[in-house]
């Protein structure tokens, strides 16, 4: 299922700044990839001089500016200008790229703004062919928080030595297809920097959200005053009084997809604060099941999980059958979960599966989604390699079960690009050439049957340096 629309997140206040590795050592897939991400990113951002602003510096053999903090100020015109974006190519010079966004990028000759906060997001393939310690060192003294993603096999030690601390929080490994598994925590993560300094809503809801701003006063020099009211209806407004020891306020009882005026006012008798204010938007009610999510397929089964889970679901009916025909089965699940295992499939098979949630209240809500079973045994098995000369290696394989379409065989190199070769069903091997030595390489090899793709099996393997007896080790991934 595709993610719900994204509301628009204002009062944010902050420079952000993406490395991107534009180097050769990044396949144009990878590059299109980390592109959509970035695009994904920055999708519900508020831009302009007094909100959030964005800039891109290439990785390459020498650093590059895309363009400057205050050249897009709006949402559309971003997203547009990252579209637009070409590689580059060349070396993965990153520590030069560092060293040119603190002597550049954090000036303002590039439209950066003092007093704001400052975010570095450096995404990588975990390569650079100079020191990267020192300019990232420099940057964070600057006070720039430091988020990176690395989508290759970089060194654990060294990236979480170059993120801002702790590594947990600032620090992520995933694969290049599996970005969008990490956006919102990154996005997350950037706003508890970027609002830090301005009065902002978190755990919004239908009927509530909590307000937090930054301690201006103390129980000792103050008290707030807190004003709000819906937006169309602004002679409603009601004010709360809170001590100047709290910094944050839960406002409750609120109207569901109403945006809300919200006035936080200091009253201090030590020194003068400006009101501080933001919009804030409430949530649809919540209704379940908004999203199915279909996972663990095999040839017999698959598990289907829903969200969300709400107190007012007194249970859940799985209906589901294959397509077309109108045999259904029934499964009833307990209102507190939120997932179950449908078995006794038919293989290779397209299911239409709607669950129902059955309300306290009496009310039924439904979504439906299709699920397809593999093939009996879709699975690759016995990935071998073959040395065949310098730089060069023969993949070999076992024939996956059942009707199999083709194989589609994938070469992560170290350096240099990913590269993805399709043959035909009754090719059990590929020669992989450019592999250079001493270096790791990731090959993944999968069935494509005519609904969906079987099981892949991945192997790394290494190529010995050049000074060495040339063979070949390889293991597979733990």
């Not at 020498?62 to 580059?88: N, V």
């Not at 933001?278 to 999510?293: G, H, M, N």
Request: aromatic share 8%; hydrophobic share 35%; with cysteine.
């Amino acid at each position: 299922p595709l993610p719900g629309p994204q509301l628009p997140i204002s009062n944010s206040e902050g420079d952000l700044l993406f490395l991107l590795d534009s180097s050769g050592s990044v396949s144009y897939y990878e590059f299109s990839k980390v592109k959509e991400f970035m695009w994904d990113l920055v999708h519900p951002f508020t831009f302009g001089p007094k909100d959030v602003q964005a800039s891109i510096i290439h990785i390459s053999t020498m650093p590059t500016m895309e363009f400057p903090f205050d050249r897009y100020q709006s949402s559309g015109t971003l997203q547009k200008a990252i579209r637009d974006t070409r590689q580059l190519m060349g070396d993965t010079n990153t520590g030069k790229a560092l060293s040119y966004a603190k002597e550049k990028l954090f000036s303002g000759e590039a439209g950066a703004r003092p007093d704001v906060p400052k975010v570095l997001v450096w995404v990588t393939d975990g390569f650079s062919t100079d020191d990267i310690s020192e300019p990232m060192q420099l940057l964070k003294d600057m006070g720039v928080t430091v988020f990176i993603v690395s989508t290759g096999r970089g060194s654990y030690l060294e990236l979480s030595a170059a993120a801002s601390q702790p590594p947990e929080k600032h620090l992520h490994f995933v694969d290049v297809d599996d970005l969008p598994i990490i956006t919102k925590e990154l996005r997350d993560a950037i706003l508890d920097v970027i609002q830090a300094n301005r009065l902002h809503a978190v755990d919004i809801t239908s009927s509530s959200f909590r307000l937090m701003w930054p301690q201006l006063l103390s129980q000792e020099t103050g008290y707030y005053t807190l004003e709000y009211a819906p937006t169309d209806d602004l002679a409603s407004k009601r004010s709360k009084q809170v001590s100047g020891a709290h910094t944050s306020l839960i406002l409750s009882n609120l109207a569901p997809e109403t945006t809300y005026e919200v006035a936080l006012i200091p009253e201090s008798n030590v020194h003068y604060f400006p009101a501080q204010t933001t919009r804030v938007t409430t949530l649809a009610e919540e209704i379940s099941p908004a999203q199915i999510f279909i996972s663990e397929s095999g040839p017999h089964s698959f598990h289907v999980s829903w969200a969300p889970t709400l107190a007012s679901v007194m249970s859940y009916q799985i209906l589901y059958g294959p397509l077309p025909g109108n045999s259904v089965k029934l499964l009833e699940v307990d209102g507190k979960h939120n997932s179950t295992v449908v078995e006794n499939l038919a293989p290779n098979t397209t299911y239409l599966v709607t669950v129902t949630a059955t309300y306290r209240s009496g009310q039924e809500k439904s979504l439906s989604a299709k699920a397809c079973t593999q093939e009996e045994g879709s699975k690759v098995r016995h990935l071998r390699f073959e040395d065949m000369g310098p730089n060069t290696l023969k993949a070999s394989w076992d024939a996956a079960d059942g009707k199999v379409q083709g194989y589609r065989v994938r070469c992560r190199r170290q350096t240099g690009p990913t590269s993805v070769i399709s043959v035909s069903p009754q090719i059990h091997s590929v020669l992989l050439t450019d592999l250079a030595s001493g270096t790791t390489n990731k090959v993944c090899v999968k069935p494509m049957y005519k609904n969906q793709p079987g099981k892949g099996l991945c192997r790394m393997v290494h190529m010995q340096p050049a000074t060495e007896a040339q063979e070949y080790k390889h293991r597979q991934r733990a």
